[in-house]
């Protein structure tokens, strides 16, 4: 095939955002990237001329790959240390690379078609773990992607009526999530407040702006030390974090923007250690999902490896 490197090559950075939103981490999305080339290159010249379309090779290939990770995930979970959460990263890291082409696809309801930014958002990335593998990749693939459900009927061995039906559940699941996003303003706003808050040092002041039932997820991967079980109730979360502000008097705030709207990256004597992402509801910090596991924060720490 003439010029089949470059052909091939430019494919990289979108698989990677397509990887990504399916299995959360960039170092899965990057193993998925990865096994879709070498499958790619063991081919003969004879076999890769006669592939009309390499884009989508590749994309049928990574989706499967996806698939089959997703498939043993709950068995990795079950083996994971703590919480586990999906890795963090910029709102603007795959940029022009969130879909393969304009949208296609045709909702009945044009407001369930989730907006790039929010495909990167740990929010949408925890309702994703809550779906079968089939009907994650089938929402990534035709929600995010706009590949339609024939393309996708072929990938996960099923009919286009039955991906329809999964796109559907899938839908369902994020609609319930949808239902209690903020516009990115008000996000931001109350964020904010729980910054002022949390400067005070006074747990009175933090309760003004966590939700009675908040919640606190922290994933250290057994990597780092970081809460095991999940923190629930706004006394108990406001005591936590002014107890981890207390020991490492040295750590540093930057603001930063993710999916999830204005989120914070927190260096200590220089180095990144966490990334905390909120979830807001009715005027109140009601999530905070810490990411602390050194390996789940690549892209701070290093260049991704996929860079151009």
Not at 32 to 40: A, K, M, P, S
């Amino acid at each position: 095939m003439h010029d089949d490197a470059d052909d091939v090559s430019v494919e990289r950075r979108r698989l990677t955002a397509l990887a990504y939103r399916m299995t959360g981490t960039l170092a899965d999305a990057e193993d998925v990237v990865q096994e879709t080339y070498v499958r790619w290159y063991r081919m003969t010249d004879a076999e890769r001329s006669g592939i009309r379309n390499p884009g989508g090779w590749l994309t049928t290939v990574a989706s499967r790959i996806s698939l089959d990770l997703l498939t043993s995930a709950p068995r990795r979970r079950e083996q994971y240390v703590g919480q586990w959460l999906p890795e963090p990263v910029p709102l603007d890291l795959f940029v022009d690379h969130g879909r393969p082409a304009p949208t296609t696809a045709v909702l009945d309801d044009p407001f369930e078609r989730v907006a790039l930014d929010e495909s990167v958002s740990t929010a949408l990335l925890v309702v994703l773990e809550a779906m079968t593998p089939a009907e994650r990749v089938a929402f990534v693939l035709h929600d995010i992607f706009d590949v339609p459900f024939g393309e996708i009927a072929e990938i996960i061995d099923r009919s286009p009526a039955a991906v329809r039906q999964l796109a559907t559940s899938a839908r369902r699941h994020v609609r319930e999530q949808r239902a209690t996003v903020v516009p990115r303003a008000e996000h931001d706003r109350v964020v904010r407040a729980f910054q002022r808050a949390s400067r005070t040092g006074l747990v009175e002041e933090l309760l003004r702006v966590l939700a009675p039932d908040v919640e606190l997820r922290s994933d250290g991967g057994g990597v780092v030390r970081a809460a095991l079980n999940t923190v629930s109730g706004a006394d108990r979360v406001a005591r936590f974090l002014l107890g981890i502000a207390g020991k490492r008097p040295d750590m540093r705030l930057e603001e930063l923007e993710t999916g999830d709207g204005l989120a914070f990256l927190f260096r200590e004597h220089g180095d990144v250690v966490s990334v905390m992402n909120l979830g807001v509801q009715h005027d109140r910090v009601s999530r905070l999902w810490i990411m602390m596991n050194p390996e789940k924060l690549s892209h701070w720490r290093a260049p991704l490896s996929t860079a151009p």
